[in-house]
C-alpha cells in the first residue's frame, strides 16, 4: 500500500489554519478586556447630577 501524500498534506494544512485560527482568537481575547476596560470608564463618568456644572 503506498501512502496517500495528499491527505496527509490536507490534515498539516487544516491542523496549520486550525492553530492560526487558535491564535488569532486567543489574541482578541487578550485585546478585548483592555477595549472593554476602556469603554466602560466614560460610560460610569457620564452619569452627572442634573443642576452642576455642565448644564450651565
Request: proline content about 9%; aromatic content about 4%.
Amino acid at each position: 500500500m503506498k501512502p496517500n501524500y495528499s491527505f496527509a498534506k490536507r490534515q498539516r494544512e487544516l491542523a496549520k489554519k486550525q492553530k492560526k485560527e487558535e491564535k488569532k482568537l486567543r489574541k482578541q481575547a487578550e485585546d478585548a478586556p483592555q477595549g472593554v476596560e476602556g469603554s466602560e470608564a466614560p460610560d460610569t463618568a457620564q452619569p452627572v447630577e442634573p443642576g452642576s456644572a455642565q448644564g450651565a
